[in-house]
C-alpha cells in the first residue's frame, strides 16, 4: 500500500519548492556573462563525456566518488554498464544466432539512444550541482537554460536546503523516465522496429532482461550479483517502479552498496560480461565462427570442454553514434497531477539481493533456444 503524496508530510516543501520553482522561470532574467560562460562549459563537458556507453558509465562514478551525497549517480554508473552488456549482447555468443542482423542494429539504436538521452538530461544536472558546491551558492535558476524540467529544479532546491539524497534520487529516477517517455518510448519508430517486435515481447516471456548489481562479499570478498527483472519495460509506471526497487536493493543493503563500490571501483567498465563473470565469459572468441553451437551450460559453469561464452569490449563491435538534439520540451507541465504519488516508496519493497539463480537461468533459456533454432535448422 502506498501513502496519498497529501497525507505524507515529507512531500509538502517540495511542493512548495514546486510552487516557487514555477515563478522563478516566469521571472527568470538575463544571464551574466559568467553564467553564459558556466552554461557552455557544462554542454561542453556533457556532450565530450556522452560518446559513447563506456565514457558515460565512467562520467557516472568519477562524479559520485566526489559527490557520494547524490546517490542516483552509483545507481546510474550500474545502470548503464547494463544497457552496455546488453548492447554488446547483440553481437556476443548467443543472440546474433536468433536474431537478424537489422535486428540486432534496431535493438542497439534503441539501448544507445535511451542510454544517451538520460546522461543528456542527467549530466548537465550534476555539473551544476557541482558548480553550486564549489562556489557554494545556490545555481539552479540555471537548469531552465539547460532544458531540464521545472520539476527537478524545485528538487535540487530542496536538497540544497535538506540534503535529503532519498528524495534525489528517486525524483531523478522519475524525472529521467519521464523524459525517455517524451523524447522515445513515444516515438513511433521504436515502439514498430523494437518495443511491440516479437524479439523484445520474447526477452520479457524468458526473462531475459535482468538489471544486474554485481558487489564483493563483505566477508569473503566474492563476486556476487543483485537484482531486478524487467517487467513491461514500455510502461512508463513500471520503469519508475523498477528503478525504485533497484534504488532500495542498492542503498538500503549497506554490504551490498559497499561491496558494489569496491567491485565499480577494482573492474572499469568495457562492456563484456567477463567483466563480472570470467569463468563464463571472454572477450575473445574461443570457438571457430560459424560453427553449430553446442550445449556448454550447467548450474552457472561450464560443461567439461565448453568453451566460454563470446561476450565483446563494446567498442569492438560497435561505433560511435551522432545524435540528434531532442526538442526542448519540460515533460512537468502535463504530468504535475501524478508525479508526487510517483515519489513515494512502497512499504515493502521486493529484494533481490542474490540474482546468480535467476541469471543462469535465463542464460540457458536462450541457450536452450539457441539449440532449438539449430536442430530445427539442422545446423
Known amino acids: 500500500m502506498r501513502w496519498s503524496w497529501h497525507l505524507n508530510p515529507a512531500l509538502w516543501p517540495l511542493a512548495r519548492e514546486l510552487a516557487k520553482a514555477k515563478e522563478t522561470r516566469q521571472a527568470a532574467n538575463s544571464l551574466t556573462k559568467t553564467e553564459q560562460d558556466m552554461i557552455?562549459?557544462?554542454?561542453?563537458?556533457?556532450?565530450?563525456?556522452?560518446?559513447?556507453?563506456?565514457?558515460?558509465?565512467?562520467?557516472?562514478?568519477?562524479?559520485?566518488?566526489?559527490?557520494p551525497e547524490v546517490h542516483w549517480a552509483f545507481l546510474a554508473h550500474l545502470v548503464s554498464r547494463n544497457a552496455g552488456w546488453s548492447m554488446t549482447d547483440l553481437r556476443g555468443e548467443l543472440?546474433?544466432?536468433?536474431?537478424p542482423?537489422?535486428?540486432?542494429?534496431?535493438?542497439?539504436?534503441?539501448?544507445?539512444?535511451?542510454?544517451?538521452?538520460?546522461?543528456?538530461?542527467?549530466?548537465?544536472?550534476?555539473?551544476?550541482?557541482?558548480?553550486?558546491?564549489?562556489?557554494?551558492?545556490?545555481?539552479?535558476?540555471?537548469?531552465?537554460?539547460?532544458?531540464v524540467s521545472l520539476f527537478m529544479q524545485a528538487v535540487w532546491n530542496h536538497f540544497w536546503k535538506t540534503g535529503d539524497s532519498k528524495l534525489l534520487s528517486i525524483s531523478l529516477i522519475v524525472n529521467e523516465q519521464h523524459y525517455l517517455e517524451t523524447h522515445m518510448m513515444s516515438d513511433e519508430a521504436y515502439r514498430n522496429t523494437v518495443v511491440e517486435t516479437l524479439p523484445f515481447a520474447l526477452q520479457e516471456v524468458l526473462r531475459l532482461n535482468l538489471i544486474l548489481l554485481p558487489y564483493r562479499g563483505q566477508e569473503?570478498?566474492?563476486?556476487?550479483?543483485?537484482?531486478?527483472?524487467?517487467?513491461?519495460?514500455?510502461?512508463?509506471?513500471?520503469?519508475?517502479?523498477?528503478?525504485?526497487?533497484?534504488?532500495?536493493?542498492?542503498?538500503?543493503?549497506?554490504?551490498?552498496?559497499?561491496g558494489a563500490m569496491r567491485w565499480a571501483g577494482d573492474k572499469p567498465h568495457t562492456g563484456s560480461r567477463k567483466d563480472f563473470w570470467p569463468h563464463l565469459f571472454?572477450?575473445?572468441?574461443?570457438?571457430?565462427?560459424?560453427?553449430?553451437?553446442?550445449?556448454?551450460?550447467?548450474?552457472?559453469?561450464?560443461?567439461?570442454?565448453?568453451?566460454?561464452?563470446?561476450?565483446?569490449?563494446?567498442?569492438?563491435?560497435?561505433?560511435?553514434?551522432?545524435?540528434?538534439?531532442?526538442?526542448?520540451?519540460?515533460?512537468?507541465?502535463?504530468k504535475k497531477g501524478v508525479v508526487m504519488r510517483q515519489l513515494v516508496l512502497a512499504r515493502n519493497q521486493p529484494a533481490f539481493s542474490r540474482a546468480?539463480?535467476?541469471?543462469?537461468?535465463?542464460?540457458?533459456?536462450?541457450?536452450?533456444?539457441?539449440?532449438?533454432?539449430?536442430?530445427?535448422?539442422?545446423?
Open 282 to 334: 571472454h572477450d575473445l572468441r574461443e570457438t571457430t565462427p560459424g560453427e553449430p553451437y553446442r550445449k556448454r551450460l550447467g548450474n552457472c559453469q561450464l560443461l567439461p570442454g565448453g568453451k566460454r561464452l563470446y561476450s565483446p569490449a563494446l567498442r569492438q563491435v560497435w561505433k560511435q553514434v551522432r545524435h540528434e538534439l531532442p526538442k526542448a520540451v519540460d515533460w512537468y507541465p502535463a
Open 356 to 379: 546468480e539463480e535467476a541469471y543462469c537461468q535465463a542464460l540457458e533459456k536462450i541457450e536452450l533456444a539457441v539449440l532449438a533454432k539449430g536442430r530445427l535448422l539442422g545446423t
Open 220 to 258: 569473503d570478498g566474492a563476486l556476487r550479483l543483485a537484482g531486478e527483472p524487467v517487467f513491461h519495460f514500455a510502461s512508463l509506471t513500471e520503469r519508475i517502479e523498477l528503478g525504485k526497487r533497484l534504488y532500495s536493493l542498492l542503498f538500503g543493503d549497506t554490504p551490498i552498496k559497499e
Open 101 to 147: 542482423v537489422k535486428v540486432q542494429h534496431d535493438y542497439f539504436s534503441f539501448l544507445e539512444r535511451g542510454n544517451w538521452l538520460i546522461f543528456h538530461d542527467a549530466y548537465p544536472q550534476l555539473l551544476l550541482y557541482e558548480e553550486s558546491v564549489k562556489r557554494q551558492t545556490n545555481l539552479f535558476h540555471l537548469l531552465a537554460r539547460l532544458d
Open 95 to 99: 543472440l546474433p544466432r536468433l536474431l
Open 40 to 67: 557552455a562549459e557544462i554542454r561542453h563537458k556533457t556532450l565530450a563525456s556522452n560518446a559513447d556507453n563506456l565514457d558515460r558509465t565512467s562520467a557516472y562514478l568519477t562524479f559520485f566518488r566526489k559527490h
